[in-house]
Nanobody, 128 residues
Framework: QVQVVESGGGLVQPGGSLRLSCTTSGLDLKYYTIGWFRQAPGKEREAISCIGNPNRITYYTDSVKDRFLISFDNAKNTVYLEMNSLKPDDTAVYYC?????????????????????WGQGTQVTVSP
């Protein structure tokens, strides 16, 4: 059974940083695309970043570009989302999800409907 697990969320002050991790059981992530999504209270789920497979192309939505960095650690079978210069508007539940290789992530978008397995989410709160 495939499980996707996010970790690393928490409470941080504006301007601070957090690193989220996405790990799985049952999937070798080097063969999959991984996307990060977030959902703030009262808002729809938003695709914020992804890293494709096999070309490892990356995508960032405009609101996080130049502040967030997605990366893949093959040895640890983990995808990270480094979040810097955090703002109160970044407050949300953050999810990672996997998609089959060749799907889900282009340089211009993250295609939410391509993702098959989702984690339960990790809360990120940015507040003074």
């Amino acid at each position: 059974q495939v499980q996707v697990v996010e970790s690393g969320g928490g409470l941080v002050q504006p301007g601070g940083s957090l690193r989220l991790s996405c790990t799985t059981s049952g999937l070798d992530l080097k063969y999959y695309t991984i996307g990060w999504f977030r959902q703030a209270p009262g808002k729809e789920r938003e695709a914020i970043s992804c890293i494709g497979n096999p070309n490892r192309i990356t995508y960032y939505t405009d609101s996080v570009k130049d502040r967030f960095l997605i990366s893949f650690d093959n040895a640890k079978n983990t995808v990270y989302l480094e979040m810097n210069s955090l703002k109160p508007d970044d407050t949300a539940v953050y999810y990672c999800a996997s998609a089959q290789a060749g799907y889900g992530c282009t340089g211009r978008s993250s295609i939410t409907t391509d993702y098959d397995y989702w984690g339960q989410g990790t809360q990120v709160t940015v507040s003074p």
